[in-house]
């Protein structure tokens, strides 16, 4: 168990182009940290400077409070999970996940070995399958092993390099819900590294989003979600992501392409004098008119626009309505596609209807906004004119203290 | 699953292959346990009564003694030399193109596939003047320097094919795991590498072992004759006796060492050949 600290972390490749630039992580004892980005972003550069793999060109990582930065990474006592696992083909499932046991030489009697991989198989599942190859195992059960490999000796700290990747949708979900119970049971300190936001959002205690070797926020899942700092982390996070309508504000009304909001004064003096600004809306705060409750249409604002299609799901149902924005909020709209590694935002808004909603395609429809959770933003920065810092410090404290909880009553269920 | 019917068909195809490819092994065979006198009888197995070991005989401890186990000897020593050369420039080569990026990586194989498809016969005129001129010819060196432009190329490119798919992940998975950068690459590369290295210097072998032209032109007299070119200079017991019963002979006795290489290592010819899967 270890604490691992990044600070001011800079890595230069010999192009001079910084792939990873000024990022400094507290990653606490027994956190769950997750870094996530679009592809290019760094978030591997850092996994395999915290392991060793890498050198940092500068800055300093500390693991367990020691200075890292030029052990080896045999020394550093962390452990790995890579993406397409890196199992010993020659070894049997056994071996492989003994393998750091075997290495660490006069460190343990052939008893403690067994018992260790008996164990971590047990634990895993995998106690049918310890004389198999691993190219007799299928993708499941080689991600397992290559757990196995890195729980069976006592770690300091977990790596996991986009360890679900290669699985399918089925497997993924079902090995994401048994890294998260495992990592609680032995509230290790995991930095996990993945594209995909789902995992970053369910997995993780904190979570880094990264843009370009930039580290953008982090914080809670729920924080990201909903005091976002900038443009690239509130459309980031978040699927179907957020909506980014222009509109310049008069008042306390923002004009858009798709009608006329009214936003609460407190949120409108935060935006003023400038010519555009950015509102951002998650599909989820939109509404049809006709299904919201008395009481709370008051917290939100009704206009009417014309929907292009709806899809149907079963529990929610998605609606589309295109925009005719200028071209130099289009231009913008565009490059922060490329940063989120998308072709083109196209200029439609996706608004999440009530199931039971009798809103079709083609025909004026009522639509209710809800205007306290949208975020403004500064088109030329980015930032988050809106952004409620002490809301969002709640909602980070309220997540490492739910993290507290659960890892003790984990302690508690493995010592009773 | 195979069904039974389509187990038949293919049963049936294997035997074909292997008489079509066997047959003339086991002429050869029968051949070298046959008479001078039963040689053209025409039949396909020595004559009852007439079978007889004379041909071993001649070539091993007989007339033929001191041309056919001088050409054993070298052709043993010049086959292996040049495969052990072959496969440790062939291992560095491969290693880097495997590896790294540097410029001229593409020049490095296609030159090497240039040289390997170029006829050996249109090489060997000149390649006897010149050997003459400096010494080499009718020496082991002579013959070892032609034999590596024969497997060198083969060997770069099999073993290159195979170095790529090594999974090289696994040295730095190791590392992370406790293990030295020696220990890493001796534990998690090695056992990985050696089947191919292994199958490569097989091939090698064979190669050279093989040859005749380079074997007949090169060399003159026993000190660096090479069996296949040694068969030719059989002679049989008078002039109007054809020695193909010794030549019989000796082809079966340089048959077995590399029938007996396949057998004592076709798991690891195989495995090299299929191992490296182990994404999914």
Not at chain 1, 324 to 347: F, K, Q, Y
Not at chain 2, 88 to 97: F, G, K, N
Not at chain 2, 150 to 167: D, E, G, M, N
Request: with cysteine; aromatic share 8%.
């Amino acid at each position: 168990m270890a604490a691992i600290t990044l600070k001011n972390i800079v890595k230069k490749y010999g192009d001079g182009f910084p792939a990873v630039n000024d990022v400094s992580i507290d990653i606490a004892d027994g956190e769950f940290v997750i870094l996530v980005g679009p592809s290019g972003c760094g978030k591997s550069t850092i996994l395999r400077m915290i392991v060793g793999l890498e050198d940092i060109t500068s800055g300093e990582l500390m693991i367990g409070g020691q200075r890292a930065n030029d052990k080896a990474p045999r020394d550093r006592n962390l452990a790995m999970v890579f993406q397409n696992y890196a199992l010993y083909p020659h070894l049997t499932v056994f071996e492989n996940i003994a393998f750091p046991l075997r290495l660490a030489k006069g460190k343990h009697q052939e008893e403690d070995v067994q018992r260790l991989v008996t164990e971590a198989a047990a634990m895993l599942e995998l106690t049918d399958h310890l004389q198999r190859k691993p190219a007799n195992l299928s993708g499941g059960q080689r991600q397992r092993v290559a757990m196995g490999r890195a729980i069976v000796r006592q770690a300091d700290a977990f790596l996991f390099d986009e360890p679900l990747s290669n699985l399918d949708a089925k497997l993924r979900g079902q090995m994401r819900s048994e890294i998260s119970q495992m990592q609680r049971r032995l509230a290790t300190t995991s930095v996990y590294v993945t594209h995909d936001q789902t995992e970053a959002m369910t997995l993780g205690d904190r979570v880094a989003v990264l843009k370009k070797g930039e580290l953008q926020q982090i914080a809670s899942p729920r924080e990201l979600y909903e005091q976002p700092v900038n443009l690239f982390v509130a459309g980031f996070i978040g699927s179907p992501s957020m909506n980014f309508l222009p509109a310049s504000l008069e008042g306390n009304i923002l004009s858009t392409a798709i009608g006329d909001i009214e936003i609460s004064p407190e949120k409108a003096d935060k935006a003023r004098d400038r010519p555009v600004i950015l509102v951002g809306v998650r599909p989820e705060f939109f509404e049809d008119a006709s299904l919201v409750e008395e009481h709370k249409l008051h917290h939100g604002s009704t206009f009417t626009a014309e929907l292009t299609h709806t899809e149907w799901l079963g529990n929610e149902q998605y609606g589309y309505i295109n925009f005719d924005p200028a071209p130099e909020v289009r231009e913008m709209l565009n490059s922060l596609a490329r940063d989120m590694d998308a072709d083109e935002l196209r200029p439609q808004v996706v608004v999440t209807l009530d199931a039971a909603s009798k809103i079709r395609g083609g025909r004026p429809a009522e639509l209710w906004l809800d205007t306290r959770r949208l975020h403004l933003f500064d088109p030329k920065t980015g930032e988050n004119l809106t952004l409620d810092a002490e809301e969002g410090a709640r909602l980070t404290a309220e997540a490492n203290a739910e993290r507290a909880e659960e890892i003790e009553s984990a302690r508690q269920v493995a010592a009773g | 699953m195979t069904s039974g019917k389509q187990k038949i068909i293919w049963s049936g195809i294997a035997v074909l292959v292997l008489i079509y490819a066997l047959f003339p092994v086991a002429s050869i065979l029968s051949t070298s346990f046959k008479a001078p006198s039963d040689l053209t009888s025409g039949k396909f197995l020595p004559s009852s009564g007439a079978s007889t070991l004379e041909n071993y005989q001649q070539i091993l401890v007989g007339d033929a003694q001191g041309l056919f186990l001088s050409a054993l000897r070298n052709s043993i020593g010049i086959a292996l030399i040049a495969t052990v050369i072959a496969v440790v420039l062939a291992t560095l080569c491969a290693y880097a193109i495997a590896r790294l990026d540097f410029p001229g990586k593409k020049i490095v194989l296609t030159t090497a596939l240039a040289v390997s498809i170029f006829p050996v016969i249109s090489i060997v005129t000149p390649l006897f003047n010149l050997w003459r001129n400096i010494g080499l010819y009718d020496t082991w060196l002579g013959l070892i320097i032609p034999y590596l432009s024969l497997t060198l190329p083969i060997s770069i490119w099999t073993l290159a094919a195979f170095f790529r798919q090594i999974p090289w992940e696994l040295e730095q998975a190791a590392q992370v795991d406790g293990a030295t950068t020696w220990q890493a690459f001796r534990k998690a590369i090695v056992p990985l590498a050696a089947p191919g290295v292994f199958t490569t210097a097989i091939i090698a072998f064979f190669i050279a072992w093989n040859d005749f032209v380079y074997g007949i032109s090169l060399t003159s007299t026993e000190s660096a004759r090479t069996v296949p070119a040694a068969l030719a200079f059989f002679t049989g017991a008078s002039q109007f006796e054809a020695p193909t019963g010794a030549i019989s002979a000796a082809a079966i006795i340089v048959t077995i060492p590399v029938v007996l290489l396949v057998l004592l290592f076709q798991r690891q010819i195989v495995s090299g050949l299929t191992q490296g899967a182990v994404k999914g």
